[in-house]
T-cell receptor, first 111, second 114 residues
């Protein structure tokens, strides 16, 4: 049973455009929702994270929107750049230790 | 800071052989995680340790897989005997437990079982 569902599987965006990746979860006990960024040949690295007590968190060009009632959260990348081309994973956890990762979204930002 | 260190970075072996993957977590971190990444199944948590004690090994696929953490600075993931379906990238990650602390991932070990 997949705890966190992520879409789309792949995404192509023009430079300067907005990239949007969506995730949905079922377990209402989850209390921490990080996004990880992975470049080819590298391990995933934390990009931004949110707790369910806020509806939005912004760090630079990256924003997480969180909808607790719908059990959904999304990553928005504003002014997308070719250097943002990577695979993005959402995750959820209860108690911060065991992370359930989404299946990943491969983002390609065209110059 | 050297980050999480994994060795080897690449491993090619034949079916039936024993494989040992190694991990050195970030100094001071007390939680350690082993993940497996494949195209088909994505990123799966295999096992995690807290203060060197295995807490959840429900993701370990079968008895051929075993993991140990003899001390705070070293962990191994062993596959014996290895099978072609074990081919994947294996990541080790570490963090501080007890709060929303970032999991820092190592560079991974790409395992190919022929």
């Amino acid at each position: 049973q997949q705890q966190v569902k992520q879409s789309p599987q792949s995404l192509i965006v023009q430079k300067g455009g907005i990239s949007i990746i969506n995730c949905a979860y079922e377990n209402t006990a989850f209390d921490y929702f990080p996004w990880y960024q992975q470049f080819p040949g590298k391990g995933p690295a934390l990009l931004i994270a949110i707790r369910p007590d806020v509806s939005e968190k912004k760090e630079g060009r990256f924003t997480i929107s969180f909808n607790k009632s719908a059990k959904q959260f999304s990553l928005h990348i504003m002014d997308s750049q070719p250097g943002d081309s990577a695979t993005y994973f959402c995750a959820a956890s209860k108690g911060f230790n065991k992370f359930y990762f989404g299946s990943g979204t491969k983002l390609n930002v065209k110059p | 800071d050297a980050g999480v260190i994994q060795s080897p970075r690449h491993e090619v072996t034949e079916m039936g052989q024993e494989v040992t993957l190694r991990c050195k977590p970030i100094s001071g971190h007390n939680s350690l995680f082993w993940y497996r990444q494949t195209m088909m199944r994505g990123l799966e948590l295999l096992i995690y340790f807290n203060n060197n004690v295995p807490i959840d090994d429900s993701g370990m696929p079968e008895d051929r897989f075993s993991a140990k953490m003899p001390n705070a600075s070293f962990s191994t993931l062993k596959i014996q005997p290895s099978e072609p379906r074990d081919s994947a990238v294996y990541f080790c990650a570490s963090s501080l437990s007890g709060g929303p602390h970032e999991q820092f991932f190592g560079p991974g070990t790409r395992l190919t079982v022929l």
